[in-house]
């Protein structure tokens, strides 16, 4: 199907006011990039510093400037379920980076907090502040200039963000978002529902509430519900940032640890030195994030999108505004009803077909762009697709089932669950909301 006229349209626009901006953000961009590998620009006595710590062997690779160097930045912090798997992730990392002839360094850690926790806590007051303290904290790790490509661990509500606005400071740098999973699902949000009404009612006491959210948020992963932080899941497949599929398998568990060490070497494989260098400013571009645009308003995704994307285009050089939103919303249907827009979790949005299912119901419907870079390097297309291991345990991807695997959580664009994704600008005398 050709694309759609208001889709295309509001793309266009976005490159018209933003072209002097995205001209002298690409410029910049071009200008930091080095021949050869990015450590190849510093000193002997600057480039001993960056290794000093290494192994011999990887030492050795770093010194003949031939190696591609990995850099890993993270928010891990044991306190966050989401963000408590990335412990893990680095020793995984590096293990595939050497297994392909590379070197991953752990770069820099940034901080996390979680809404969830903080809310109706003065701490929630230094929450969207949080998000460009984890900009700038990214952007201190990538600035030793040691690095050919990053890895980014990240989940939750402003961590995602902050770690996207930072790397597209260093836009030549190519990047891999690299998900930790939802955690099992534990109480039903129906239950959960009911359960919280008791207690306004004062029919149960303290105990039992947290006896029961215990039993809601019970393990490693992220949140169910599809707030914020599954919404950055989400959007990082729709901007073709992920490893295909990889948002909503959860954590610990064969898939997931084979998914990061894939991620790992398809990182080496974006470098200069790789197969296709893809710098992540460059894959960040207007249809991208009119992609991300549409993602989140055909998933019901969370309204502090509305902030954050535009932040993130502003880091690109892009200019998109709520119009745009509103404009994307009167043609872009709901397919899915997740927690709290239902009571499915993502667990279940994933079983009957997920991101994969989203992503080519949309591509088909001409909603959105194929024709962009991603990690892959294949269109958008290549990632409308769900993993699997072959028969000698690798991980490949196959064509996401044609039908959804429950049409109560997820349907085709053809038959959604509202013609538009429900979104609209209020304006008037006392401003725009």
């Known amino acids: 199907m050709s694309l759609n006229a208001t889709l295309a349209s509001v793309t ?29 620009a510093l000193s002997c006595t600057n ?18 400037d031939r190696a591609p160097s990995i850099a890993i ?28 002839g590379g070197v991953a360094q752990f770069a820099g850690g940034v901080p996390a907090m979680c809404d969830g926790i903080t809310q109706g806590q003065t701490g929630m007051e230094l929450s969207l502040f949080s998000r460009d303290a984890i900009a700038m904290g990214t952007a201190v790790a990538l600035s030793h200039n040691m690095f050919d490509a990053a890895l980014y661990l990240g989940v939750c509500d402003k961590i995602v963000p902050g770690l996207l606005i930072g790397a597209l400071h260093f836009g030549h740098i190519p990047a891999v978002f690299v998900p930790a999973g939802p955690m099992t699902s534990g109480m039903t949000n129906s239950e959960k529902v009911k359960i919280r009404q008791l207690y306004t ?76 260098y893809t710098p992540v400013g460059r894959l960040v571009d207007e249809k991208s994030i009119v992609n991300a645009i549409v993602a989140l308003l055909a998933t019901g995704g969370s309204t502090n999108h509305t902030l954050h994307l535009v932040a993130i285009a502003k880091a690109a050089g892009l200019v998109i505004d709520w119009d745009d ?41 001409g909603l959105m762009h194929d024709d962009v870079m991603t990690i892959l390097g294949q269109g958008l297309r290549a990632h409308a697709t769900e993993p699997l291991f072959d028969d ?12 959804s695997g429950d049409d109560t959580v997820l349907r085709p664009a053809t038959n959604p669950f509202s013609a538009d994704g429900g979104l609209k600008l209020l304006q008037g005398n006392l401003g725009r909301s």
Request: hydrophobic fraction near 40%; glycine fraction near 8%; charged fraction near 25%.
């Open 12 to 40: 266009r626009r976005i490159a018209e006011r933003s072209r002097p901006y995205r001209t002298a953000y690409l410029a910049r961009l071009d200008a930091a990039r080095h021949e050869g590998v990015q450590r190849g």
């Open 47 to 64: 480039l001993a510093h960056g290794f000093a710590a290494f192994p011999a062997n990887d030492k050795l690779k770093l010194k003949q």
């Open 73 to 100: 930045v993270s928010s891990y912090n044991d306190m966050l379920s989401a963000h408590q798997p990335f412990e893990r992730y680095p020793q995984i990392i590096r293990d595939a980076v050497r297994e392909d």
């Open 201 to 276: 009612e004062g029919k149960i006491g303290r105990a039992e509430l947290l006896e029961a959210e215990s039993k809601s948020y019970h393990d490693a992963g992220t949140c169910t519900f599809y707030g914020t932080a599954n919404s950055n899941q989400m959007l990082m497949e729709a901007m073709g940032l992920h490893l295909p599929g990889s948002a909503f398998i959860t954590p610990n568990t064969p898939m997931r640890d084979a998914l990061t060490a894939a991620a790992a070497k398809q990182a080496l494989k974006i470098t200069a030195q790789g197969q296709q």
């Open 325 to 365: 939103f509103s404009k994307l919303s009167s043609v872009v249907p709901l397919v899915t009803r997740i927690y709290p827009n239902g009571t499915a979790d993502v667990n279940h949005f994933h079983a009957a077909g997920g991101t994969g299912f989203v992503l080519r119901e949309l591509i088909d419907a």
């Open 392 to 403: 000698a345990g690798k991980v490949t991807w196959k064509a996401t089932p044609k039908d």
